[in-house]
Nanobody, 115 residues
C-alpha cells in the first residue's frame, strides 16, 4: 500500500524558512513525478512545484527563487525548501505522487507564516 507522509510544517515568522519532507512507502517512488501543492484558506489548491524522477523541476511562476523542490530516490523522500516566507504562503501543503496510471496524495501539513 502506498502512503505519503508529510512533515516539517509549523509556525514561522515572515522572512523565515521551513523545509517540508514527504516520505513515501512503496517501490514506485523513483519513477514517479513528485509534487507539492498548497491550499490557502478560502482558495483552491494550487501547484507549488513538481519534480520528475531524474530531477527536472518546475515551479509556479510566483514562487520561483524562494522555493526549491528536491528528491532523494534512495530515501523515497521529496523535499520542499521554502525561504523568505510571506504571510500569503500560509496554507496546507500537500505532497503528490503520480504516474501513468496512479495518483496519490498525502494528508497535508500546515504552514503558518506570521507577519
Amino acid at each position: 500500500q502506498v502512503q505519503l507522509v508529510e512533515s516539517g510544517g509549523g509556525l514561522v515568522q515572515a522572512g523565515g524558512s521551513l523545509r517540508l519532507s514527504c516520505a513515501v512507502s512503496g517501490s514506485i517512488f523513483s519513477i514517479s513525478v513528485m509534487g507539492w501543492y498548497r491550499r490557502a484558506p478560502g482558495k483552491q489548491r494550487e501547484l507549488v512545484a513538481i519534480i520528475t524522477g531524474d530531477g527536472s523541476a518546475t515551479y509556479a511562476d510566483s514562487l520561483k527563487g524562494r522555493f526549491t523542490i528536491s528528491r532523494d530516490n534512495a530515501k523515497n523522500t521529496v523535499y520542499l525548501e521554502m525561504n523568505s516566507l510571506k504571510p500569503e504562503d500560509t496554507a496546507v501543503y500537500y505532497c503528490r505522487m503520480s504516474g501513468l496510471r496512479y495518483l496519490y496524495w498525502g494528508q497535508g501539513t500546515q504552514v503558518t507564516v506570521s507577519s
